[in-house]
């Protein structure tokens, strides 16, 4: 009889711990999970057509998966995950992911091509992507250290007009030839060795 109460008991517990656990919000951890095949462990991508996403901020993370959950930017798979997420699930990863550190791909890059390239930039990019893009305060993809391979797909959609881009950059854009842009991505390549990513 005793032990039918204590296992009685035992139940209680951990039915009542169970539904309490469902009232509780997921972790940030929990919801990256499905983030982490594409985007790597804690956002650091290991794959070249994908881009990091640790240490973006905030602001653009939120509007980057709105923008996907609402059908306004082209995708492959992101408009169907991004459906699969509420605004405050979205917020509460758009903080853990603004929280951890950025790390840029090793690749190899064209030094002559990074000089070219860092004229380019001073030129054409500078104003909203400063300190040669390495931050993510300007509130948009951090740019330096990002696979060459990732970048090229995003400049061809915005040349493509597959994908929105603020007027300023617009004009930027048309601007750049076939070759501006080569040496852009080797540019951005070349700040992996940036003082911003050193030591980590």
Not at 67 to 78: F, I, L, N, S
Not at 147 to 158: N, Q
Request: proline content about 5%.
């Amino acid at each position: 009889m005793k032990r039918s109460i204590t296992l009685a008991a035992v139940l209680a517990a951990v039915l009542g711990s169970g539904s309490a656990w469902a009232t509780q919000p997921p972790s940030a951890k929990m919801l990256s999970l499905n983030c982490a095949s594409c985007h790597g462990y804690e956002g650091v991508s290991v794959g070249p057509a994908t881009p990091s996403i640790a240490g973006m901020s905030e602001e653009y993370f939120i509007m980057t998966m709105l923008d996907y959950k609402d059908g306004r930017r082209p995708a492959t798979v992101m408009d169907r995950i991004a459906a699969g997420y509420t605004e405050q699930e979205i917020e509460i990863m758009a903080s853990y992911f603004a929280s951890l550190q950025y790390r840029p791909a090793p690749q190899p890059f064209d030094e002559v091509k990074a000089r070219r390239g860092a004229e380019v930039h001073e030129q054409s990019c500078s104003r909203c992507h400063s300190e040669n893009a390495t931050v993510a305060e300007d509130d948009s993809m951090i740019l330096a250290g990002q696979w060459k391979p990732y970048l090229a797909f995003s400049i061809e959609d915005f040349n493509a007009h597959d994908r929105a881009q603020p007027r300023r950059m617009r004009r930027g854009m048309v601007e750049l030839s076939d070759e501006d842009v080569e040496a852009l991505l080797h540019f951005y390549a070349s700040q992996q060795h940036h003082e911003r990513f050193m030591g980590q």
